[in-house]
């Protein structure tokens, strides 16, 4: 039985204390890309006893599966699809540092929180946190739903951070009132390391990029960034801008994982963008800029480095016979055409282009079937599956049963079963149900916030993103 390993959750219950070791500002407990120790390096070699990003089934002896359960394959009008409708397409957060006043209790209401019960009750439980304060302003990052509904909101004790540091998290009580957690900056987090990487090798040679990161987060840095590349700023490539990362190398037992990242100028400290991750247990977790908007869509619908989308969702001409050379009638009618529902998306690309898993998943078929040809289909939490055919070759080390993490090389373009050319085919399903990825009404919860899971955003953005500047 392919033993499940969940990533590290920060949410671990309505009230919690929990130890974080501050990434950059403890002297000596992090090692920079720059100074990066013996030991960091040995957990990456670690991964590579194993293909890195993969983990192998318990039951390895399992012969591969080359048929393909039909239930799998069905193909249904995406009209049939039942979409999030509880999706938060109206998410989003704010930042800043809030300068201390003699009313710094009424902090809620002065960031912009209309929420009289909240107000009351941050009033009610904030003495001693304000009474540990140190500096000039106190760091927040509020998040707000639909209809400005409050969501969540996270303080620090300062723009100081060090093992003195704590931050508080206020969310609601799905019972009614609210709950805090409290997270401390001390040295209690041995997983966590910072990264310095100049963005230019990030965008252009993911070579460099590879001698301190495990091979899987090269291609999800790479995408990653050129999301939050602010396209304004394209001079940004041409100058010392560094990309800040913050990264759990992981184990055997646990993936390698990149919990946040930043584009900053090292000069002035200036945050150009930035994006952290957010863990869940029941479907594939994702990552949020730090102003709430989701990055998931694009890294669900871009497997590979292709050259164009040579054709979509829709209708395309079926192969019709041709009349018998030996006919009757000197002047055959012609045959009527016929089309058929071209289900997925195309990517025309080279054959021998790698392909990727798009989320971590568990392989739940490897081999030919018909008209897909060579076909993976990975199963991810959620009762997702994701199909990738016409594959030239597979990974050697992928089997039925392995999990795999987003990032992995798992197969390469080809022209197999019906394809007039090397191309990638590439559908997302949700209970075997096909879901076209760039429906404009399509609107998946992996790719929103959920109300529950505010509180972590927020409280990451104070934790781990760089200090916030003073309003």
């Given at each position: 039985m392919n033993k499940k390993v969940t990533c590290r959750s920060l949410l671990q219950g309505a009230l919690i204390l929990i130890g974080f070791s501050y990434l950059s500002l403890l002297p000596g407990l992090i090692?920079?890309?720059?100074?990066?120790?013996n030991e960091t390096r040995?957990?990456?070699?670690?991964r590579n006893t194993k293909?890195?990003?993969?983990?192998d089934n318990a039951t390895r002896g399992t012969s591969k599966s080359n048929s393909l359960n039909p239930a799998l394959s069905q193909s249904k009008d995406p009209d049939e699809v039942d979409l999030d409708s509880a999706s938060n397409l109206d998410y989003r957060v704010v930042q800043g540092c809030l300068r201390r006043n003699f009313n710094e209790d009424n902090l809620p209401a002065s960031i912009g929180i209309d929420n009289r019960q909240l107000s009351e009750f941050f009033k009610a439980q904030t003495k001693p946190f304000f009474n540990r304060m140190r500096g000039d302003c106190i760091p927040y990052a509020a998040a707000f739903g639909s209809r400005n509904r409050f969501d969540s909101l996270s303080i620090m004790n300062g723009p100081l951070q060090d093992s003195k540091t704590e931050v508080w998290t206020f969310t609601p009580s799905a019972f009614g009132g609210f709950?805090?957690?409290?997270?401390?900056?001390?040295?209690e987090s041995k997983n966590l390391t910072e990264l310095r990487i100049p963005l230019q090798d990030v965008l252009y040679d993911p070579r460099k990029v590879g001698d301190v990161l495990p091979v899987e987060l090269v291609w999800e840095l790479n995408s990653l960034i050129k999301q939050i590349y602010p396209e304004e700023n394209s001079a940004l490539e041409n100058t010392n801008s560094i990309v800040r990362l913050i990264v759990d190398f992981g184990d055997r037992e646990r993936w390698a994982q990149i919990w946040a990242t930043e584009i900053i100028d090292p000069v002035n400290k200036e945050v150009f963008a930035s994006a952290y991750w957010v863990d869940r247990n029941d479907i594939p977790g994702g990552f949020f800029t730090g102003t709430g908007e989701s990055l998931e869509r694009s890294f669900w619908t871009n497997p590979l480095s292709y050259r164009r989308i040579?054709?979509?969702?829709?209708?395309?001409?079926?192969?019709?016979?041709?009349?018998?050379?030996?006919?009757?009638?000197?002047q055959a009618a012609p045959p009527k055409q016929r089309y058929r529902t071209h289900m997925g998306i195309d990517y025309a690309a080279p054959s021998g282009t790698p392909i990727f898993s798009v989320a971590n998943g568990r392989v739940a078929h490897i081999g030919y079937s018909g008209a897909f040809g060579n076909l993976i289909i990975l199963e991810h939490p959620g009762n997702y599956q994701t199909y990738y055919a016409h594959l030239s070759n597979y990974n050697v080390e992928l089997a039925v049963g392995n999990e795999v993490r987003r990032g992995f090389e798992i197969g390469y373009v080809g022209s197999t079963g019906r394809s007039t050319g090397p191309h990638l085919h590439f559908e997302l399903r949700k209970n075997g149900?096909?879901?076209?990825?760039?429906?404009?009404?399509?609107?998946?919860?992996?790719?929103?916030?959920?109300?529950?899971?505010?509180?972590?955003?927020?409280?990451?953005?104070?934790?781990?993103?760089?200090?916030?500047?003073?309003?």
């Open positions: 090692p920079t890309a720059s100074a990066q120790t040995k957990k990456v070699t670690v293909p890195v990003g993969f983990k709950l805090i957690q409290q997270d401390y900056l001390k040295n040579s054709r979509g969702v829709g209708s395309v001409r079926a192969s019709s016979k041709r009349p018998s050379a030996n006919a009757s009638t000197p149900v096909y879901v076209d990825p760039y429906a404009l009404k399509t609107q998946l919860d992996l790719w929103s916030m959920r109300n529950n899971e505010s509180g972590q955003l927020t409280r990451e953005i104070l934790l781990l993103g760089s200090p916030i500047n003073p309003n």
